[in-house]
Nanobody, 122 residues
């Protein structure tokens, strides 16, 4: 059974940091890209970042470039999203998802985690 477990969310003040984790199981971790998406109340789900399988290429939404860093620990089947210089507009439920290739389109992802809430206070 494919499982993605997102964790690490919380409440933080603007300017602070959080590190999200996405623990994967039930599939060959190295064969899949892992993406992070977020959804704020009343807004569409948007792509935040993705790390490719194979070459480990990384992708970021313009809104988070320079502040967020995605990384992967293949030994632990876990992808991390280090979020620095957080802003109130980063407040959302963050989801990780798996697909064969990175994409910013959430509907192209087959497997999803349950989401973790990130709240940034001003």
């Amino acid at each position: 059974e494919v499982q993605l477990q997102a964790s690490g969310g919380g409440l933080v003040q603007a300017g602070g940091s959080l590190r999200l984790s996405c623990a994967a199981s039930g599939f060959t971790f190295g064969d899949y890209a892992i993406g992070w998406f977020r959804q704020a109340p009343g807004k569409e789900r948007e792509g935040v970042s993705c790390i490719s399988s194979g070459d480990g290429g990384t992708y970021y939404a313009n809104s988070v470039k320079g502040r967020f860093t995605i990384s992967s620990d293949n030994a632990k089947n876990t992808v991390y999203l280090q979020m620095n210089s957080l802003k109130p507009e980063d407040t959302a439920v963050y989801y990780c998802a798996a697909e064969l290739h990175c994409s910013g389109v959430w509907s192209e992802y087959d497997y999803w985690g349950q989401g973790t809430q990130v709240t940034v206070s001003s």
